[in-house]
């Protein structure tokens, strides 16, 4: 039988080198591997390229890493949360790829199918097609490095000629990722909004790290509620249901209400 599970997030993120590629789960804070995270965070690993919808906040999800100045280039779709995101990239201490959401999650899932770019309309008569969206900043105001323009080519769609850009499709040393179970053989299930970017960025990485909830035996999970097939899966950390979970903004009504 293969078994893919390893005793600690220590002994599996411990061969991460400085300098990686990671392609990081979870949507706003939900689904953030955050024991990976932590665990990537106590054994010093620096210089990393991290992929991931956003950057968590600033004592959150991947905040903890960047307010250590562990990450050197953010590729994302929202940075709006987190305060310490937008003072390194201003101050030029952080490189960024913005990228529309939706494009974000198709260059991840391509890169985990084999496919090497696509077209698209998103971004088409923008700076993200264009180019010379500010990547970093030299601190003083200017831009240090911008992106550069895209391919532009027509195709007809419904008997219309459409422009679409060209995206790049995105793989990755590793892949951190959070499940609410998993298997031995490494499928998993996420619970709603946690499935939003986990699935994709695991597709992405060439060694790809899970933490779960559960970990039950194989024939434990029902075939048709698989989420990821384990061959995406490479290794597998149980970390309890009592894992700490954060919301990024409570919104209660008030009582009596």
Known sequence: MIDKTWASAAEAVADIPDGASLAVGGFGLSGNPIALIEALLAQGTTDLSVVSNNCGVDDWGLGVLLNARRIRKMTSSYV????????????GELELELTPQGTLAEKLRAGGSGIAAFYTQAGVGTQVAE???????????????????KDVRVFEVDGEDRDFVLEEAIRTDFALVHALRGDR?????????????????????????????????????????????????????????????????????????
């Open 131 to 149: 180019g010379g969206l500010p990547r970093r900043y030299d601190g003083s105001g200017g831009v240090a490095l911008a992106s550069p323009a």
């Open 185 to 257: 053989h490494g499928n998993l299930v996420f619970n709603k909004a946690a499935r939003n970017f986990n699935p994709l960025a695991a597709m992405a990485g060439r060694v790809c790290i899970a933490q779960v909830e559960e970990l039950v035996e194989p024939g434990g999970l029902d075939p048709d509620s698989i989420h990821l097939p384990g061959v995406y899966v490479h290794r597998i950390i149980e970390v309890g249901t009592g894992i700490e979970k954060r919301i990024e903004k409570r919104t209660v009504r008030a009582e009596g209400n």
């Open 80 to 91: 709006g949360e987190n305060k310490e995101f937008e003072r390194q990239f201003l101050s």
